[in-house]
């Protein structure tokens, strides 16, 4: 039970996990198999969700959220340029700092400018100077 001390889960916590993970990836291998038969169905939904199921793995139990970063193109008087979206709310700050892995995401608009978002698994913390640490 070497692995269960390593990762701080308990047998059942541990157990729940791996089936829960167990029939998500089933349901993943569906979709990628419908995908390999019809490619314009699911362009991006099975390594979308096989990223997602990584980052959560790697964050174990912490208590990881969904984190959506994107450049502020609209004028700020308080100089915050960035906006983290966390739990449903947006945050606007100076800076930010990711230290886990992104998927960036490229959108053009109908003006020629391009908006850049970055999408990631962590924990988002904000301190005193408008910055976002997100680990």
Not at 36 to 45: A, D, H, I, R, S
Not at 71 to 90: C, D, H, M, P, S
Not at 101 to 128: D, Q
Request: glycine share 6%; aromatic share 12%; with cysteine.
């Amino acid at each position: 039970m070497n692995h269960l001390s390593e990762i701080g889960m308990s047998y059942f916590t541990h157990l729940i996990r791996a089936v829960l993970f167990a029939f998500e990836t089933f349901v993943t291998s569906v979709i990628m198999l419908i995908h390999g038969v019809l490619p314009f169905l699911f362009c991006k939904t099975g390594s979308n969700r096989i990223a997602d199921m990584y980052y959560r793995i790697k964050a174990g139990d912490h208590a990881s959220e969904r984190i959506l970063v994107w450049y502020n193109t609209e004028f700020n008087l308080a100089g915050r340029n960035w906006i983290v979206y966390v739990k449903g709310q947006e945050t606007l700050v100076c800076d930010v700092v990711i230290l886990v892995p992104t998927e960036t995401i490229i959108e053009p608009s109908t003006t020629g400018e391009v908006k850049c978002c970055f999408l990631c698994w962590g924990t988002a913390k904000f301190v005193k100077d408008h910055t976002a640490i997100i680990e």
